[in-house]
């Protein structure tokens, strides 16, 4: 009996956590509806002839996005300021494609919507002029059920879409919201930094923006590199990852000859100004040789990480079973892409702008604890 008083009162918990959440949800939006309203209300009365004749403009407090349209139709701007301003986007609206092209030199839009059949400045001319000025802007082509063809055809112009009239405000504000998807998606996927697997050599000259991993090696979680050698040992070093994070190496503490690691202990460590990491060995094994001339030039480990810049070379004790565990090939270009984000992000090791050598090390370097 107790047990299902418990869940019972478990569950009326859960539902009307749901409905106070739901409540305000809803809340929320209407106010914010309510102050979209009152924004719509007062800024189409304002005065912007001095940047177009037939401009007028709603601006809201953070929009979605900025969104230009041109018709030569004022009922259709009419529906564009309402439905989208609603929305949560910001909108200028012109009558003339001449006016719209003005504006987007000087403002930035995320989104243009233009007219196809306009007297002075037709809907193809307007997308190959934005298109000329701002490849960055998207442009919608609006159309009626007569010229489908010819809105198709302006794809091939830089388009990105096209709506057709008329439109129902729940079909306008559903189709903006998919282009903000779709753009935002664009704009995050423009924003990965390139990762290209290169010969060792080659690492030394790619540029700083770029990011590169070694053709026919294995890397390991802790962002070591693995070589396969002829007689079975394994050459060991840092990536490219962790050589653009730390910047500056001062000192290498190289392994000790003859020392046998498990997989995951300290391997050897690396020391500047701004702190020291320990390094994860990728492999179990026995030290076998060393890089003795990182001693003296500890930059080779960062000017050339996938040749001069080798660390040591090891005999592996389990090499069939802990091979498995490394990357190679497309899964590291995708695995590098989301260790560069979490670098870069908000949280991460980068997030003031000078390295936290320790979080470097906590988050990515992967040791024994």
């Known amino acids: ?45 304002l005065d912007f002839t001095h940047e177009a004749k037939s401009l007028k403009r709603v601006e809201v ?8 349209a041109v018709d030569d139709e004022g009922v259709v701007l009419d529906s564009f300021r309402r439905i989208l301003v609603l929305e949560g986007f910001s909108v200028d609206t012109v009558e003339h494609g001449p006016e719209a092209l003005g504006l987007v030199q000087r403002n930035d839009y995320d989104f243009v919507f233009t007219d196809l059949k306009m007297p002075d400045m037709d809907g193809v001319e307007v997308v190959k002029a934005v298109k000329h000025l701002r490849p960055d802007v998207d442009v919608v082509v609006v159309t009626g059920y007569g010229s489908i063809e010819t809105a198709v055809q302006t794809l091939q112009h830089g388009a990105c879409e096209y709506v057709q009239k008329p439109f129902t405000a729940d079909e306008l504000g559903e189709f903006a919201k998919n282009l903000l998807i779709k753009r935002q998606a664009r704009i995050a996927l423009a924003q990965r930094p390139s990762v290209r697997v290169v010969t060792p050599e080659m690492a030394e000259v790619i540029p700083a923006s770029e990011f590169c991993v070694p053709g026919g090696a294995f890397l390991s979680p802790g962002h070591a590199w693995v070589r396969l050698e ?20 001062k000192e290498v503490i190289l392994p000790e000859r003859g020392k046998i690691v498990r997989k995951g202990d300290v391997l050897f460590t690396l020391k ?24 003296s030039d500890p ?30 090939g497309k899964p590291v270009i995708d695995w590098y892409q989301d260790e560069i984000a979490l670098l870069r992000g908000e949280n991460g090791p980068l997030a003031n702008g000078n390295l936290d050598w320790t979080a470097f090390q906590q988050k990515f370097l992967n040791l024994n604890a």
């Open 299 to 328: 930059g080779e480990l960062i000017a050339s990480p996938y040749d001069r810049g080798w660390v040591c070379l090891m005999t592996p004790s389990d090499l069939a079973t802990e091979l498995g565990s490394l990357k190679i």
């Open 1 to 45: 009996m107790a047990a299902i008083l418990i869940i019972f009162m478990f569950v009326a918990f859960v539902g009307i956590d749901f409905l106070v959440r739901t409540s305000l949800h809803k809340m929320r939006d209407a106010k914010e509806r309510e102050a979209r309203e009152k924004v719509l209300n007062t800024s189409v009365k």
């Open 230 to 249: 002829n007689e079975g040992q394994i050459r060991i070093g840092i990536d490219d990852f962790m050589r653009k994070a730390l910047g500056e190496v």
């Open 272 to 295: 500047s100004k701004l702190g020291s990491v320990n390094v994860a060995s990728p492999m179990s094994g026995k030290v076998e040789h060393d890089n003795a001339g990182l001693k």
């Open 61 to 68: 407090p953070n929009p979605k996005a900025r969104i230009l």
